[in-house]
């Protein structure tokens, strides 16, 4: 009886870390996305963050596919000369903090 509730917890342990290993690299697939609609790191001059707001400065903004963004779940974009305004929650500071690894 002991035998069976310890496999059934080793079961469940090694289904939760699976389950967890893959939110982790869904996250960091819809940033690289991201990255990608935004026409690239090398197209990326500055980033900042403002509450749920995440601002970025761009060397061309011409290369940004904004309804691409818009299907990854931001709420909202402005754009304003070379810089993109996008509303994406408190996923900013996250999407933030990736871009500055990868420059």
């Known amino acids: 009886m ?18 967890i290993k893959i939110n ?3 996250v960091r697939l819809d ?5 990608e609609y935004l026409g690239g790191k090398d197209n990326i001059l500055d980033t900042e963050v403002n509450l749920s707001r995440f601002i970025v400065t761009l060397e ?5 596919d904004k309804d691409a963004i818009v299907e990854l779940g931001a709420k ?3 754009e304003m000369d ?3 305004k996008i509303i994406l ?3 900013s500071k996250q999407l933030k903090k990736y871009i ?4």
């Not at 940033?31 to 990255?35: I, R, T, Y």
């Not at 500055?100 to 420059?103: L, S, T």
């Open 82 to 84: 070379n810089q993109l």
């Open 76 to 78: 909202g974009i402005v």
């Open 24 to 26: 982790k690299k869904g």
């Open 60 to 64: 061309d903004v011409d290369k940004v």
């Open 2 to 19: 002991i035998y069976e509730y310890l496999i059934i917890g080793v079961v469940f342990a090694i289904l939760l870390l699976a389950i």
């Open 100 to 103: 500055d690894e990868i420059k």
């Open 89 to 91: 929650g408190p996923d």
């Open 31 to 35: 940033m690289n996305k991201l990255v």
